[in-house]
């Protein structure tokens, strides 16, 4: 399985792209600004974690689609009689209104597979079945949930007509300075309502699809996101500098296979109950009550004799989490570069290119350990 192709509209800075995707290794080279960052984090909302919200609209087209939905609820008051009459057009016109029109983003996926391939966790997505395709196509959108959208304007529909007869009202009296001021603030406030239902509708939505992506089925984002074994490596990530962070990343991407390994269960069981036996023995909990408690229970005996209150006694028990556990690893444990007379020096004491390197090395085996044959295996960095 593999990404074959992804044509983008409305993203960001991309009105209208294709990317096609070599079979083994693609390459996104650009100037500064030309949208390389964008494009990863949009594998990243396609494949794995995240969706699209407002801010990933092409401004311009966002615009367009604001400026098109105020324009429709003016043209659909300008023919309605009363508020009734508004209402029924509203509901009419967006029922019957091409879907399309108020796709915000449309993001479509072609992915390609072999015959020899397994295709069992996408069948349920075929839709080409002549011997010539061996694709499926996908379409995930960011849009306008029609029903969501008739929804709230029937529940806002007497508030936006009366904000329109208010306007129309002042509109045929007598032009002042003060008139038309209060005019242009209605006429803001009315359009900024408008976009406010308008953000609220915005829903993110896969469909799979024929290959002219025109016979569409809709299917669950996650369920979508599942068929993909996505990783990234973030160029940003937070670099070894010892005059600025105690961040050893080589140290915890180590420790992070390890976690993954079939010894890290049984390391973990007997780690936890070693540093209890050893707490224990240095009688951690009676010193702590000794020197620590004395004051807090002296307050609960006062608390019991005036308030008749059954305060019982304080107890102390450690309790060790794998959080706890995976936190005091990645802050003790460091790399070292060891030499052969002795030397030890840090991991970024060879240069941040070699400890980034290295890290990286490690970042793509961990991936690679993850390699799904019957999902869609993609690494980006």
């Known amino acids: 399985m593999r990404l074959k192709k992804i044509k983008i509209a409305n993203y960001r800075q991309f009105s209208n792209a294709v990317i096609n995707f070599d079979d083994e290794l693609t390459i996104l080279a650009g100037a500064n600004n030309s949208g390389k960052t964008s494009i990863i984090e949009l594998f990243r909302r396609l494949f794995r974690d995240r969706n699209f919200t407002k801010e990933d609209i092409s401004a311009e ?26 209402r029924e057009n509203i509901k009419k016109k967006f029922s019957l209104d091409d879907k399309n029109k108020w796709t915000a983003i449309k993001i479509e996926i072609e992915v390609q597979y072999n015959k020899d391939e397994s295709i069992s966790l996408f069948s349920d997505y075929l839709m080409e079945l002549g011997d010539a395709c061996t694709s499926f196509f996908f379409q ?4 306008v949930d029609m029903a969501e959208l008739n929804k709230l304007l029937g529940l806002n529909v007497t508030s936006l007509f009366d904000k329109k007869r208010e306007i129309k009202a002042l509109s045929v009296t007598r032009k002042t300075k003060e008139i038309n001021e209060k005019i242009g603030e209605l006429n803001e406030r009315f359009e900024d309502f408008l976009i406010e239902i308008l953000e609220k509708v915005l829903e993110n939505k896969v469909y799979f699809t024929d290959k002219n992506y025109e016979n569409k089925q809709l299917i669950g984002v996650r369920e979508f996101q599942a068929l993909f074994n996505y ?9 070894n500098d010892e005059k600025t962070d105690n961040y050893f990343s080589i140290s915890k991407e180590l420790l992070s296979h390890f976690k993954k390994s079939n010894d890290w269960e049984e390391f973990k069981t007997q780690i936890i109950k ?4 050893g707490l224990k023995a240095q009688e951690l909990n009676e010193k702590v009550k000794k020197h620590s408690l004395t004051k807090a229970q002296n307050a609960l005996d006062n608390i019991e004799k005036y308030f008749e209150y059954n305060k019982g006694d304080f107890s102390l028990q450690t309790d060790i989490s794998d959080e ?16 052969k007379n002795g030397t030890k020096l840090k991991e970024f004491s060879q240069g941040l290119g070699i400890s980034n390197l ?3 090395c490690l ?11 019957d999902v869609v295996d993609i690494f980006c960095y």
């Open 324 to 339: 706890l556990l995976m936190t005091f690893l990645s802050s003790s444990l460091q790399t070292f570069f060891e030499f």
């Open 61 to 86: 087209y966002y615009s367009k689609l604001q400026h098109d939905f105020i324009s429709d609820i003016d043209k659909i008051y300008s023919i309605s009689l009363d508020e009734t009459e508004f």
């Open 140 to 143: 995930f959108n960011y849009e």
């Open 363 to 373: 970042k793509v085996e961990a991936f690679v350990k993850q390699y799904k044959s």
């Open 231 to 239: 990783n990234y490596l973030n160029a940003t990530r937070l670099l």
């Open 274 to 277: 070693d540093i209890k036996n």
């Open 358 to 360: 290295i890290f990286m």
